[in-house]
């Protein structure tokens, strides 16, 4: 049995920010400790972020990346109401 939390397809716009820079991606997937994040490019496994969202903000670490994606790790979990909203705001193309 994994450790991992379930995670939860999503396409939820975000904003990464660190010191002046700011790096717009999209969450592809989210459990309540990371997300998978979609259209994204240099970052590097150990940065760390401010990210920025409709309803809040929260800092995460990078784990990994490949191409243009990367997994983050929230530095404290989302809350139930917040992984919520975000599942609930998908906008999967037809």
Not at 37 to 45: A, M, S, Y
Not at 62 to 77: H, L, N, S, Y
């Amino acid at each position: 049995m994994s450790g991992r939390a379930p995670r939860f397809p999503a396409n939820f716009d975000v904003m990464l920010r660190k010191g002046p820079e700011i790096f717009p991606s999209t969450i592809c997937n989210i459990s309540v400790g990371g997300a998978c994040l979609v259209g994204i490019e240099n970052v590097e496994k150990g940065q760390q972020f401010t990210i920025d969202y409709s309803f809040g903000q929260t800092r995460a670490t990078v784990t990994w990346t490949t191409g243009k994606m990367a997994g983050i790790r929230f530095e404290d979990q989302l809350s139930d109401s917040g992984l919520q909203f975000i599942r609930a705001s998908q906008s999967y193309a037809s």
